[in-house]
T-cell receptor
Framework: GAVVSQHPSRVICKSGTSVKIECRSL??????MFWYRQFPKKSLMLMAT?????????EQGVEKDKFLINHASLTLSTLTVTSAHPEDSSFYIC???????????FGPGTRLTVL | GESVGLHLPTLSVQEGDNSIINCAYS??????FIWYKQESGKGPQFIID?????DKRQGQRVTVLLNKTVKHLSLQIAATQPGDSAVYFC??????????????FGSGTRLLVRP
């Protein structure tokens, strides 16, 4: 149990285009989901906390207009990278927290490459 | 500011030996700590957790030790196997102002198991 999926697993796009990444909790409901970014050989950096039915909370330094987050249901959150540039190339990982628990279950990640 | 860090960026051990990965944290108010394993190109995988009211917790081949006096966390892996080769992250669960929680990750230690 407690499986989190991400789609797509990898995406290559041209500079200036927008890319949407989906995060789904497959067998549990998640009131809260999290989006992380990870550069090569670096740790996970929290970008934002996504709460079902409300606005996301962004970490300091993360542009909310560039990284749009939507958490429309208890099993789905989406991250849209708008007007992507090469510096946005990274490994994006989501996690989902079951309602009532402190732990987070992580998705397999999405490798974004912006040309 | 808050930080979670590691003493050794890379640890190389002989197959069959025990491994010890260390982590220092700075937020004495953290009440929950987790160790994650991340293989290349994948999302973090939960290994073991410990609450702040405990000093030690054991799992299958893994033990986590918490020393709140010096704010130190360690992960011990018994009889290390080639499949244990990965990057290991410690994370602390920090409470934010609105009563929600977020994870702060350490910088990671790469474990290399020599055959």
């Amino acid at each position: 149990g407690a499986v989190v999926s991400q789609h797509p697993s990898r995406v290559i796009c041209k500079s200036g285009t927008s890319v949407k990444i989906e995060c789904r909790s497959l067998d549990f409901q998640a009131t809260t989901m999290f989006w992380y970014r990870q550069f090569p050989k670096k740790s996970l950096m929290l970008m934002a906390t996504s709460n079902e039915g409300s606005k996301a909370t962004y970490e300091q330094g993360v542009e909310k207009d560039k990284f749009l987050i939507n958490h429309a249901s208890l099993t789905l959150s989406t991250l849209t990278v708008t007007s992507a540039h090469p510096e946005d190339s990274s490994f994006y990982i989501c996690s989902a927290r079951p309602t009532g628990g402190p732990w987070q279950y992580f998705g397999p990640g999405t490798r974004l490459t912006v040309l | 500011g808050e930080s979670v860090g590691l003493h050794l960026p890379t640890l190389s051990v002989q197959e069959g030996d025990n491994s010890i990965i260390n982590c220092a944290y700075s937020n004495s108010a953290s009440d929950y700590f987790i160790w994650y394993k991340q293989e290349s190109g994948k999302g973090p995988q939960f290994i073991i957790d410990i609450r702040s009211n405990m000093d030690k917790r054991q799992g299958q081949r893994v033990t986590v030790l918490l020393n709140k006096t010096v704010k130190h966390l360690s992960l011990q892996i018994a009889a290390t196997q080639p499949g244990d080769s990965a990057v290991y992250f410690c994370a602390e669960n920090d409470r934010v102002m609105d009563s929600s929680y977020k994870l702060i990750f350490g910088s990671g230690t790469r474990l290399l198991v020599r055959p």
